[in-house]
């Protein structure tokens, strides 16, 4: 399966939104969120505003709009049967057709923020508001052994499906296990090397 | 179960907000406390585990997380608070790079999958582990925590989406228990699964780990948060099952004190026709179902790890 | 002239008891470029990782790993691991910030030297492995001879006086082989430099020892070693086809 979704679209590093501090993206994007998620549906002017602002940052941006389709169009099962129960619900106090909104403009600018944000500035912002380091460098280190991981498990299934010639249930679900397994140990000891190099470079 | 922006309204992204960013400080805490330095990168890559895992095993389409969540797993592995800190990094990293799970509703995302899943599971793994012993008992306990973990998350989220008014109890709890008493199979089994893997390549990574959570784990704090999470997004609801508790409560007077007014359900009274047997009968089939897995996680222990394997020393 | 490294009867044992090190006695003298070679699983990782402390778990205090004179003991690691730069295998492994600028300012920044003395580190060093507007890339998206190169300038950063490299042109292509290699050749530090690369031992280093099942079996001038072809062949390696064809390169 591909795993090229996985790459951002941080390519065109060009824009204006690109170019904007992470600090003020970031803000924004809070305000926008915290807003559409209280503002009564009343207030059509704030989804108006909100509509238009993001509409705006997407043309500046210059992200390509089916990148942008294709990911704001992704719904898990969950929503989907949550969005249904609502849609039956004379009792919800929210219509699914504002829960479907909301969500789609809140969604829309978390898409747009991640795309055009280098993931270094959004760590950066974090320190700011005193998250604390710990949690900082364990998100850092997930973030930088993402990928790598990711190619590991997707060569060692690749290399599983090589061998497997006869589909029976029970054999996929210990070959997993026995892959999954793996990429934990493997994780596990790259995780005591990368500590040995720390110190190596005089991390206390 | 990512929650996403917009499903859970202001007051219960406050509170699942505030539930979570204290047990989280609470578990970086006892993690900074009790981890050796020569871990800490570990929790780091034990995030990009569980998501690597997640998604190439499990493709879905465009990001989007299967539906398993690993925390039992992890809490089994390197114990419940770094567990904590591992699945609350797999989701802020969904949520912020991925756009899978809503920044509103973190809190809530972070309640129920890296709170209730890991450590919740941890509670009930650790000492069936240790009444069973061994390997076996180990196994045996994981395959039914993990399945009991994803179903009280489930059933958490539920709480969040009632108290909220996206989907009424009534609909919302049958759905979200019963969908996840199905995926909790899964769950159940390949944490355990994965966990004998480990165990039968590198005993000793096994070893390492448990000794460490047997240092106590918090109880009281991460106990108090449980509790209050279950008082707010259960409670409220459970307390309308019983129509003869009302009954009671209204022959002896007290009928509008027992719901406190401080949590206040918002759809007080409505009841959607025909549905509040589903609430009842998912009760059922809740507790009835909890026997059925233990007694299969059990039979799957003995299955999988013949009597004559080899224990590891401080089992 | 106090040698950069001294080994004495250096031993070690894994965990599970197999012995990895019997016993290793060599000098490495400043300045020199000398090349570790020896087939897999003969210890030279192991040997690279006793030489900043990072083995054994607890230094043990008896003299057999001296540098630059010094004893290696927990009192002085941290001044050790400044002195000696040492590149890992695995560059995943060791490019561990999520920007190439971070990682690289990662060893300045651990000596506590102060936001301009760093920043002027990781220029020179970007620019002295030839990646001179790379410092706010990505770590995960650069090729692997990009990573490779961003290692050896974070090691670089550091100002080692001797430079210890565990097969630094695995997995290389020949252009990124050919432009590593150039890379060390410029370096002045002492070098000592674990690898399978046979012809790389012959261009760089002049003199080579080789390591089997965690002996020493020969140290002597690279040419001469690598000529021998029944030594090679005893151990292992190979007659390289450098020697063998007697190409000015």
């Known amino acids: ?204 | 179960m990512h929650i996403p922006d917009g499903f859970i309204d202001g007051k219960t992204a406050l509170v699942t907000g505030a539930l979570s960013a204290t047990g989280v400080a609470l578990a970086l805490r006892r993690v900074k406390r009790e981890l050796p330095p020569r871990k800490i990168p570990l929790l780091g890559l034990a995030a990009a585990f569980l998501f690597a895992a997640q998604m190439v095993n499990f493709p879905v389409a465009g990001g989007t997380s299967g539906h398993l969540i690993g925390g039992a797993l992890v809490a089994a592995l390197l114990g419940p608070s770094a567990a904590v800190v591992v699945v609350t990094t797999v989701l802020i990293v969904q949520c912020f790079l991925f756009a899978d799970g809503g920044v509103t509703a973190l809190g809530a995302n972070i309640f129920n999958m890296a709170i209730i899943n890991s450590v919740g599971g941890y509670i009930i793994y650790q000492p069936i582990s240790r009444w069973l012993g061994g390997i076996r008992g180990r196994v045996t306990a994981l395959a039914f925590a993990g399945w009991c973990a994803a179903v009280i998350a489930a059933i958490a989220c539920a709480g969040q989406l009632a108290w909220s008014g996206t989907v009424d109890w009534s609909v919302g709890f049958p759905a979200m228990a019963g969908t996840h008493m199905l995926i909790g199979i899964g769950e159940g089994l390949i944490s355990a699964l994965v966990f004998l893997a480990i165990s039968r390549t590198r005993p000793e990574m096994i070893a390492d780990t448990s000794e460490q959570s047997r240092r106590g784990m918090g109880v009281i704090g991460y106990g108090l948060l449980l509790s209050l999470g279950v008082a707010i997004f259960i409670a409220p609801f459970t307390c309308r099952w019983p129509d003869g508790l009302e009954h009671v409560a209204t022959k002896l007077g007290f009928e509008h004190k027992a719901t406190p007014s401080l949590i206040h359900a918002p759809v007080a009274d409505y009841r959607i026709p025909g549905m509040t047997w589903a609430v009842g009968a998912t009760a059922i089939a809740g507790v009835l179902g909890s026997l059925i897995v233990f007694a299969f996680a059990f039979l799957l222990g003995r299955m999988l790890v013949p009597k004559k394997a080899p224990e590891p020393a401080n089992s | 002239m106090t040698a950069a490294i001294e080994i004495a009867n250096l031993k070690y044992r894994y965990h599970d008891g197999t012995e990895a090190l019997r016993g290793i006695t060599f000098q490495v003298a400043a300045g020199e470029c000398v090349a570790l070679l020896g087939p897999n699983g003969s210890g030279k990782s192991t040997l690279l990782l006793h030489l900043n402390g990072i083995l054994p778990d607890k230094p043990a205090n008896d003299a057999s790993v001296k540098v630059l004179g010094e004893t290696l003991s927990t009192r002085n690691l941290e001044a050790i691991r400044r002195e000696v730069g040492l590149l890992f295998q695995d560059p995943d492994d060791q490019l561990f910030c999520p920007t190439v600028g971070e990682d690289v300012a990662f060893g300045p920044q651990q000596l506590e030297l102060g936001d301009a003395e760093v920043a002027r580190r990781v220029k020179t060093s970007l620019a002295q492995v030839g990646l001179a507007d790379f410092a706010h890339r990505a770590t995960h998206h650069l090729s692997h001879g990009e990573k490779r190169r961003v290692c050896l300038a974070g090691v670089l950063a550091c100002e080692p006086g001797i430079l210890v490299l565990d097969e630094p042109t695995s997995d290389l292509d020949p252009r990124g082989r050919r432009e590593f290699k150039d890379l060390l050749r410029k370096i002045p530090a002492t070098k000592l430099i674990a690898t399978h690369d046979l012809e790389l031992a012959v261009e760089l280093c002049s003199r080579a020892i080789i390591l089997d099942r965690g002996a020493v079996v020969a140290d002597g001038v690279t040419a001469e070693l690598l000529d021998d072809e029944e030594l090679m062949l005893a151990h292992g390696l190979e007659r390289p086809h450098i020697l063998r064809h007697r190409h000015p390169h």
């Open chain 1, 1 to 204: 399966m591909s795993t090229d979704w996985l790459n951002h679209h941080h390519g065109h590093a060009h824009s204006p939104v690109h170019r904007m501090p992470a600090v003020l993206k970031l803000g924004a994007a809070l305000a926008i969120i915290i807003g559409t998620v209280i503002a009564p549906l009343q207030w059509t002017g704030w989804f108006v505003g909100v509509g238009a602002v993001l509409g705006i940052s997407i043309l500046l941006s210059r992200l390509p709009l089916i990148f942008l389709l294709k990911r704001l169009l992704v719904l898990s099962p969950f929503v989907l049967g949550v969005t249904l129960v609502n849609a039956f619900q004379p009792s919800a106090r929210f219509q699914w057709q504002a829960v479907a909104l909301k969500s789609g403009l809140c969604l829309l600018t978390v898409i747009l923020v991640s795309n055009t944000t280098p993931f270094g500035q959004i760590l950066r912002v974090l320190k700011l508001v005193r998250v604390p380091m710990l949690l900082i460098t364990t998100i850092a280190l997930m973030h930088r052994y993402l990928f790598v991981l990711v190619d590991e498990a997707e060569r060692m299934r690749r290399a599983r499906l090589s061998r497997t010639f006869v589909p029976s249930r029970g054999f996929h679900w210990r070959s997993l296990a026995t892959v999954v397994g793996q990429l934990f140990i493997r994780a596990s000891e790259r995780a005591e090397r990368i500590y040995d190099a720390m110190c190596a470079r005089g991390w206390k």
